[in-house]
């Protein structure tokens, strides 16, 4: 008995180490993306200007070739054509080669991270999502795997690595400092299998419409970018070097929308889950707890962005708003309602 | 500035919107069932104001509520009025929050009483957003239902004129005849799942009705979700319970401590039931900064159905309730019931019980009330009444540490003080009385010897005794008490199936892309038949290009590119920019 409690502190102790050990290789790949993003800007592409006002030819990629007849695509109606930066490297070697260090770096924060993560579960034995402490850490591990996916799938995702690097520092910077709790076992209210499924959709939706987030975000500034180009003004220097490098608005707007889109039902399906649970733990499946309105009001606010898309006059820059918006609702959910409010969900030790 | 350009940017994409349906045609129409859109600045040019009678008003309204802005409108106050029920307590959640917060702010309370924002949930406001939306739901779904069976029924609509308008297209020369092109066309298709039928020179197709069907399913689910919300509260039953270990409950509406039910809930529906309490087990963190954390709550239970059913047992944890046809029994809280016995002078005894008291904080220090009403005299011979106000701590720090404040929640060091007081417990004067507490206004408290009030701690087996012969009060031991919620929520089985559905029906909506492909086969006239070919789908897609290439290579194995063809031929001409969009450029 004493030993198995012995173990288990060694356990959740090696899990802190490799937290800290975690943002350390965290740290060093966000000055690689810096160096990438640094290095990139020496780059001479200017490619969205030329595309917009016209001059010269966009190097966007050839038609899709499957082999056999060659497919010819067209961008819808009323959409700009404008090629994707060439991203945050701009084309560069250096740059290039940061960014590769960037996101090995990330590849190891990341399996570094999720060793902690492991580690904690086994020393709590039980799923390691109790506290806001392991929300916040399983919370990034999840984000960052989730950007890697993305990658590995060959998407053109990396002009996001430097957004969620200095996020994830931030994310486990509140996490070790303020919401630290020591490792210990549940109280009986979250003693159910449903904390699992509840719990860990809740994480992975609210880890990748943080990715869809960030899209949406990024959007928004190169749009403006874009839609000053085309009317001839001059973007500042700043905004020239970092948004021309950036996929053009209208890919940026629609990776975000696949994501939030994609992440939707599942989000649907955590409530209910959590509605199941309320059930059995409560005595009634929905009670108007706060957690459980701001959860309700995260979904209506994504269906609210969800119908915006498909209402003439909403899509677009408005549209964006919403899912900004949306995010903020779930946000607050996770941090606001934790700290402000006290209700049914009890966080040990936020 | 950014404003003006989103403007612009939005009269642009309108005017390209409007050139493309006039460019497609019918061959884009209907790829889904969204209401058309009013453009608002149609209405303005007729000042907004429709110039009819009332029917035309009714008209315009219907026509307002139940398109896609209102809709859009509705939802996001939906989530804006739902805010405040999560920041001020809530009657439903929290009838003493809501006490303590009155008491507190004077000045807001009945400003947010007029406006219900301590019931927001079923206050008349938040009601009629719902329903507005609700109705404009109905109001959105039954002509796209109908419109939906309409396009099913249909056949998918021919070719547009120039096919290499469209968001991928494709095109070669062959040797094979254009039916041949058409049979082999349509046999692919079809193989594909394709709904597909020749039209003129072309072949035409469309696949992904799902697209549609889901979400018509969500919608109707959603409507199926807040009626069987609606009909759980209207019937739903709910009671509580405190039961000390060794006793019983059975499942009818005298037994409960309190009572709730919807307002077309009628008593006699109660399932017959009983059930005895057992044993209550809890446990508690040892050691550790979570010290004195619960780990087990266990009601063990002997349970038996209808009047004199077979007895069974069961344990109920806090995520698993007992579960009597229908009607579940939840373990809510639990405390200790100090046993006490009561002597008169005479050492008769005259109570015996345990007396369950209220927890106060998380080490369950407790408080409550001793009433013996009937059976005690005084020395004289008089009938009198006895009340005693109880404190108890499960862990007793130790005599001279000051507080009666519980170290630790498990009964491990259980101490017992209580304040004797005699006279009458103004229980016969008809106002409903609190168990737990004492009105003192009719009491007199005992003195000791010195003349103060005589209070006294008991550790297990003290005995305090009551001064001149008046008797003695002895603390037996501890029992644990649970308080169980009996309650009754009929249409959760329908909730659910509309939640199933809801999120069934949103898979396909948001993963299933609805989309058309055309085939168009013509003899020119060296002869030779080009083939064209061209998808379109209701939003851009990645998938859209790949589809249309796999389509294009086996139908290209079918009726394969002559040798001898025009180089410029595949060349889709001078209008096609010769750049792919950005969406060809994606993975
Ligand atoms: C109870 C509130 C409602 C919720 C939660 C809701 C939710 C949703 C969601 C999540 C979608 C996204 C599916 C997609 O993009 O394909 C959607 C689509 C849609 N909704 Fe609703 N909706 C509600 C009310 C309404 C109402 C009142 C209308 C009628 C005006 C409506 C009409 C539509 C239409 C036409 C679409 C399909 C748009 C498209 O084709 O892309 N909805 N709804």
Same mark, same amino acid.
């Given at each position: 008995?004493?030993?198995?409690?012995?173990?288990?502190?060694?356990?959740?102790?090696?899990?802190?180490?490799?937290?800290?050990?975690?943002?350390?290789?965290?740290?060093?790949?966000?000055?690689?993306?810096?160096?990438? @993003?640094?290095?990139?800007?020496?780059?001479?592409?200017?490619?969205?200007?030329?595309?917009?006002?016209?001059?010269?030819?966009?190097?966007?990629?050839?038609?899709?070739?499957?082999?056999?007849?060659?497919?010819?695509?067209?961008?819808?109606?009323?959409?700009?054509?404008?090629?994707?930066?060439?991203?945050?490297?701009?084309?560069?070697?250096?740059?290039?080669?940061?960014?590769?260090?960037?996101?090995?770096?990330?590849?190891?924060?990341?399996?570094?991270?999720?060793?902690?993560?492991?580690?904690?579960?086994?020393?709590?034995?039980?799923?390691? @999502?109790?506290?806001?402490?392991?929300?916040?850490?399983?919370?990034?591990?999840?984000?960052?795997?989730? %950007?890697?996916?993305?990658?590995?799938?060959?998407?053109?995702?990396?002009?996001?690595?430097?957004?969620?690097?200095?996020?994830?520092?931030?994310?486990?910077?509140?996490?070790?400092?303020?919401?630290?709790?020591?490792?210990?076992?549940?109280?009986?209210?979250?003693?159910?299998? @449903?904390?699992?499924?509840?719990?860990?959709?809740?994480?992975? #939706?609210?880890?990748?419409?943080?990715?869809?987030?960030?899209?949406?975000?990024?959007?928004?500034?190169?749009?403006?970018?874009?839609?000053?180009?085309?009317?001839?003004?001059?973007?500042?220097?700043?905004?020239?070097?970092?948004?021309?490098?950036?996929?053009?608005?209208?890919?940026?707007?629609? $990776?975000?929308?696949?994501?939030?889109?994609?992440?939707?039902?599942?989000?649907?399906?955590?409530?209910?889950?959590?509605?199941?649970?309320?059930?059995?733990?409560?005595?009634?499946?929905?009670?108007?707890?706060?957690?459980?309105?701001?959860?309700?009001?995260?979904?209506?606010?994504?269906? #609210?962005?969800?119908?915006?898309?498909?209402?003439?006059?909403?899509?677009?820059?408005?549209?964006?708003?919403?899912?900004?918006?949306?995010?903020? #609702?779930?946000?607050?959910?996770?941090?606001?309602?934790?700290?402000?409010?006290?209700?049914?969900?009890?966080?040990?030790?936020? | 500035?950014?404003?003006?350009?989103?403007?612009?940017?939005?009269?642009?994409?309108?005017?390209?919107?409007?050139?493309?349906?006039?460019?497609?045609?019918?061959?884009?129409?209907?790829?889904?069932?969204?209401?058309?859109?009013?453009?608002?600045?149609?209405?303005?040019?007729?000042?907004?104001?429709?110039?009819?009678?009332?029917?035309?008003?009714?008209?315009?309204?219907?026509?307002?509520?139940?398109?896609?802005?209102?809709?859009?409108?509705?939802?996001?106050?939906?989530?804006?009025?739902?805010?405040?029920?999560?920041?001020?307590?809530?009657?439903?959640?929290?009838?003493?929050?809501?006490?303590?917060?009155?008491?507190?702010?004077?000045?807001?309370?009945?400003?947010?009483?007029?406006?219900?924002?301590?019931?927001?949930?079923?206050?008349?406001?938040?009601?009629?957003?719902?329903?507005?939306?609700?109705?404009?739901?109905?109001?959105?779904?039954?002509?796209?239902?109908?419109?939906?069976?309409?396009?099913?029924?249909?056949?998918?609509?021919?070719?547009?004129?120039?096919?290499?308008?469209?968001?991928?297209?494709?095109?070669?020369?062959?040797?094979?005849?254009?039916?041949?092109?058409?049979?082999?066309?349509?046999?692919?298709?079809?193989?594909?799942?394709?709904?597909?039928?020749?039209?003129?020179?072309?072949?035409?197709?469309?696949?992904?009705?799902?697209?549609?069907?889901?979400?018509?399913?969500?919608?109707?689910?959603?409507?199926?979700?807040?009626?069987?919300?609606?009909?759980?509260?209207?019937?739903?039953?709910?009671?509580?319970?405190?039961?000390?270990?060794?006793?019983? $409950?059975?499942?009818?509406?005298?037994?409960?401590?309190?009572?709730?039910?919807?307002?077309?809930?009628?008593?006699?529906?109660?399932?017959?039931?009983?059930?005895?309490?057992?044993?209550?087990?809890?446990?508690?963190?040892?050691?550790?900064?979570?010290?004195?954390?619960?780990?087990?709550?266990?009601?063990?239970?002997?349970?038996?159905?209808?009047?004199?059913?077979?007895?069974?047992?069961?344990?109920?944890?806090?995520?698993?309730?007992?579960?009597?046809?229908?009607?579940?029994?939840?373990?809510?809280?639990?405390?200790?019931?100090?046993?006490?016995?009561?002597?008169?002078?005479?050492?008769?005894?005259?109570?015996?019980?345990?007396?369950?008291?209220?927890?106060?904080?998380?080490?369950?220090?407790?408080?409550?009330?001793?009433?013996?009403?009937?059976?005690? !005299?005084?020395?004289?011979?008089?009938?009198?009444?006895?009340?005693?106000?109880?404190?108890?701590?499960?862990? %007793?720090?130790?005599?001279?540490?000051?507080?009666?404040?519980?170290? %630790?929640?498990?009964?491990?060091?259980?101490?017992?003080?209580?304040?004797?007081?005699?006279?009458?417990?103004?229980?016969?004067?008809?106002?409903?009385?609190?168990?737990?507490?004492?009105?003192?206004?009719?009491?007199?408290?005992?003195?000791?010897?010195?003349?103060?009030?005589?209070?006294?701690?008991?550790?297990?087996?003290?005995?305090?005794?009551?001064?001149?012969?008046?008797?003695?009060?002895? %603390?037996?031991?501890?029992?644990?008490?649970?308080?169980?919620?009996?309650?009754?929520?009929?249409?959760?089985?329908?909730?659910?199936?509309?939640?199933?559905?809801?999120?069934?029906?949103?898979?396909?909506?948001?993963?299933?892309?609805?989309?058309?492909? @055309?085939?168009?086969?013509? !003899?020119?006239?060296?002869?030779?038949?080009?083939?064209?070919?061209?998808?379109?789908?209701?939003?851009?897609?990645?998938?859209?290009?790949?589809?249309?290439?796999?389509?294009?290579?086996?139908?290209?194995?079918?009726?394969?590119?002559?040798?001898?063809?025009?180089?410029?031929?595949?060349?889709?001409?001078?209008?096609?920019?010769?750049?792919?969009?950005?969406?060809?450029?994606?993975?």
């Amino acid at each position: 008995m004493n030993l198995a409690a012995a173990t288990n502190e060694n356990l959740a102790h090696t899990s802190n180490v490799l937290i800290y050990s975690s943002m350390a290789v965290y740290t060093l790949a966000f000055f690689a993306y810096i160096a990438e @993003w640094v290095f990139g800007s020496r780059s001479k592409v200017g490619r969205t200007a030329a595309a917009l006002s016209g001059e010269g030819t966009a190097a966007a990629a050839g038609p899709v070739v499957l082999g056999g007849p060659t497919i010819v695509t067209r961008s819808a109606a009323g959409t700009r054509d404008v090629p994707d930066g060439p991203g945050a490297s701009g084309g560069t070697y250096r740059g290039d080669m940061w960014g590769r260090i960037a996101i090995s770096l990330t590849v190891v924060g990341f399996l570094v991270e999720a060793c902690g993560v492991i580690a904690r579960a086994m020393s709590v034995e039980r799923a390691p @999502w109790a506290n806001m402490y392991e929300f916040s850490i399983t919370f990034s591990t999840v984000a960052v795997g989730a %950007f890697l996916v993305l990658l590995a799938l060959g998407k053109n995702v990396r002009w996001m690595g430097l957004a969620l690097v200095t996020t994830v520092l931030l994310d486990l910077g509140v996490a070790t400092t303020t919401l630290y709790t020591d490792s210990d076992q549940l109280v009986p209210a979250l003693h159910s299998y @449903w904390l699992w499924i509840h719990v860990s959709t809740a994480i992975i #939706c609210g880890a990748v419409f943080y990715l869809g987030a960030v899209g949406t975000l990024l959007y928004l500034f190169r749009d403006s970018y874009e839609n000053k180009i085309a009317q001839g003004g001059t973007p500042g220097k700043f905004a020239r070097s970092v948004l021309d490098r950036l996929p053009s608005a209208a890919s940026l707007d629609k $990776f975000s929308y696949r994501i939030n889109a994609a992440v939707f039902p599942l989000w649907t399906f955590t409530i209910i889950a959590g509605a199941i649970w309320a059930g059995d733990a409560w005595g009634r499946y929905w009670g108007w707890d706060p957690k459980e309105t701001w959860s309700f009001i995260t979904w209506v606010a994504y269906a #609210c962005y969800l119908h915006a898309r498909a209402t003439a006059g909403w899509k677009g820059r408005k549209a964006a708003y919403l899912a900004l918006i949306a995010f903020g #609702c779930w946000l607050f959910n996770y941090y606001g309602v934790n700290i402000f409010i006290t209700g049914k969900h009890s966080y040990a030790g936020v | 500035m950014s404003k003006l350009n989103s403007t612009d940017g939005r009269a642009a994409a309108r005017a390209a919107e409007e050139e493309r349906d006039g460019e497609l045609g019918a061959a884009g129409a209907r790829l889904s069932t969204a209401p058309r859109e009013e453009r608002p600045d149609a209405a303005t040019e007729t000042g907004g104001v429709p110039a009819m009678g009332v029917v035309g008003w009714v008209r315009w309204f219907w026509r307002q509520l139940t398109s896609m802005r209102v809709a859009l409108i509705l939802l996001f106050l939906l989530s804006l009025g739902a805010i405040p029920g999560s920041l001020i307590p809530q009657t439903g959640a929290d009838e003493l929050k809501v006490q303590t917060f009155k008491a507190a702010h004077t000045t807001v309370t009945p400003i947010y009483e007029k406006l219900q924002l301590f019931d927001v949930y079923s206050s008349v406001w938040f009601s009629a957003i719902y329903i507005l939306l609700f109705v404009s739901l109905i109001g959105c779904i039954v002509p796209r239902t109908l419109q939906f069976v309409g396009q099913l029924r249909g056949r998918p609509p021919g070719a547009p004129k120039r096919l290499d308008r469209l968001p991928a297209y494709t095109t070669w020369r062959t040797g094979a005849t254009p039916e041949e092109v058409h049979g082999a066309a349509l046999s692919l298709l079809r193989r594909r799942r394709f709904r597909s039928h020749v039209t003129g020179s072309a072949v035409a197709a469309e696949k992904g009705y799902l697209r549609e069907a889901g979400n018509l399913i969500f919608h109707v689910a959603l409507i199926v979700m807040l009626v069987a919300f609606a009909a759980g509260q209207l019937f739903k039953s709910e009671g509580g319970k405190l039961i000390v270990e060794g006793d019983g $409950f059975s499942n009818t509406l005298p037994q409960y401590d309190d009572f709730r039910s919807g307002s077309l809930y009628d008593t006699d529906e109660l399932e017959p039931f009983s059930f005895t309490l057992d044993k209550f087990v809890s446990t508690y963190e040892r050691t550790g900064p979570q010290r004195g954390t619960a780990r087990t709550f266990e009601a063990h239970v002997t349970y038996a159905r209808g009047a004199d059913g077979e007895e069974k047992k069961d344990v109920i944890t806090v995520n698993d309730p007992l579960e009597v046809d229908g009607t579940k029994v939840y373990v809510i809280s639990h405390g200790y019931a100090p046993v006490v016995t009561v002597k008169d002078g005479s050492g008769k005894q005259i109570f015996k019980g345990a007396v369950p008291l209220l927890p106060r904080d998380a080490n369950i220090t407790s408080t409550g009330a001793i009433k013996v009403m009937d059976g005690y !005299r005084d020395k004289d011979g008089e009938r009198d009444q006895l009340g005693f106000q109880a404190f108890f701590v499960p862990t %007793f720090a130790g005599a001279g540490n000051g507080t009666m404040l519980s170290q %630790f929640p498990a009964p491990d060091n259980p101490v017992l003080a209580l304040n004797a007081l005699h006279g009458s417990l103004g229980v016969d004067s008809g106002l409903p009385q609190n168990v737990y507490q004492l009105d003192t206004t009719k009491l007199k408290p005992f003195k000791d010897a010195d003349g103060n009030d005589l209070k006294q701690r008991l550790a297990v087996g003290d005995t305090m005794n009551l001064p001149d012969g008046a008797g003695s009060v002895t %603390f037996e031991g501890v029992e644990e008490w649970a308080s169980f919620q009996i309650s009754k929520q009929p249409a959760s089985g329908w909730a659910l199936t509309g939640a199933v559905a809801a999120i069934a029906g949103l898979a396909g909506s948001l993963f299933i892309q609805r989309r058309r492909v @055309w085939v168009r086969a013509v !003899r020119g006239t060296d002869g030779v038949t080009v083939v064209e070919m061209a998808g379109l789908g209701r939003s851009e897609s990645a998938k859209l290009p790949e589809e249309l290439s796999a389509l294009a290579t086996a139908l290209y194995d079918r009726a394969p590119g002559v040798l001898d063809h025009d180089p410029t031929a595949t060349d889709p001409g001078p209008d096609v920019p010769a750049a792919a969009s950005a969406e060809g450029a994606e993975k």
